[in-house]
């Protein structure tokens, strides 16, 4: 994998995760779903190792990586709370 190929694949890890955090604020769960899934396969690449980068490469993979990271932080804020209240009402009373 080439460091454009590495960045190209943060890139668009990148969208689909910020496309996933406005799936989850308007509560499109089926999206959300589509989404993550794709995400998931984007993100598949990396698991084999990707090379180090240096230099304005490595400072986009980092920024990539914060995007990332908050995008999925907003997406778990809205699930969360709401996957808390499925579990409880799933769950029998006591």
Same mark, same amino acid.
């Given at each position: 994998?080439?460091?454009? &190929?590495?960045?190209? *694949? ?9 496309? *996933? ?32 980068? &240096? ?13 990332? *990271? ?9 699930? &969360?709370?709401? *996957? ?11």
């Amino acid at each position: 994998m080439t460091s454009n &190929e590495v960045l190209a *694949m943060y890139e668009n890890i990148a969208a689909l995760s910020s496309r *996933m955090a406005v799936a989850a604020r308007e509560g499109d769960w089926d999206g959300l779903a589509r989404l993550e899934t794709q995400c998931a396969l984007q993100s598949s690449a990396a698991k084999s190792g990707v090379p180090p980068l &240096e230099g304005a490469a490595r400072k986009r993979k980092v920024d990539l990586l914060k995007q990332i *990271m908050a995008n999925d932080r907003a997406v778990r804020d809205i699930t &969360e709370p709401w *996957m808390g209240q499925l579990d409880r009402a799933l769950s029998p009373a006591h």
